[in-house]
């Protein structure tokens, strides 16, 4: 699969701050990615999503910021709750209905 | 609620026995996956099934196959489970028409092999 790699592995946040999670992407083909959050033991948790031909979309609490010319993607999670503590991932999909996962970053919000 | 269910939770198999491990999903979609992760990795994508058309990554074994007898139901086979198969294996659908969308993932069964 192709490469999808995330700068920081560990994250650890006052609760009430903000959190910015990033993701490399290296196909440059990639038209759609996922923001997953995945807590322990369970299976991945869809959060957001956003398609090549948007650069920000905007949930509750979440933003996604994509920048395609560095493939690049962010995650801002505003005013950072313990719940949310967990691993964060980012996917994309490169063809068909494939999605590749990055690696991975664990947040730890401190209460 | 529409949702994807894996059974079991966990399992339990022997170094070289065979074991299988169940998906089924209440929301009618067409496309079906098989994950595996292991401990603080990411999910790796084994296979995935559009309708009944089979699609195997270049990079998985061939100790690995797959099921799906109907559009609900698809099945991982471990034809000779060893040490290094251990992990959780996720279950995920998606309803591929125009454009892309989300997956679901299913709560995942964790495999030990003993």
Known sequence: GESVGLHLPTLSVQEGDNSIINCA???????????????????????????????????QRVTVLLNKTVKHLSLQIAATQPGDSA????????????????????LTVIP | DAMVIQNPRYQVTQFGKPVTL???????HN???????????????????????????????????????????????????????AAMYLCATSRQGPGINEQFFGPGTRLTVL
């Open chain 2, 31 to 85: 496309v079906m996956y098989w994950y595996q992760q292991k401990s603080s990795q990411a999910p790796k994508l084994l296979f995935h099934y559009y309708d009944k058309d089979f699609n195997n990554e270049a990079d998985t074994p061939d100790n690995f196959q797959s099921r799906r007898p109907n559009t609900s139901f698809c099945f991982l086979d471990i034809r000779s489970p060893g040490l290094g198969d």
């Open chain 2, 22 to 28: 169940s998906c089924s999903q209440t929301l009618n």
């Open chain 1, 25 to 59: 992407y290296s196909n440059s083909a990639s038209d759609y990615f996922i923001w997953y959050k995945q807590e322990s033991g369970k299976g991945p948790q869809f959060i957001i999503d956003i398609r090549s031909n948007m650069d920000k979309r905007q949930g």
């Open chain 1, 87 to 106: 691993v964060y991932f980012c996917a994309e999909n490169l063809t068909g209905n494939q999605f590749y996962f990055g690696t991975g970053t664990s």
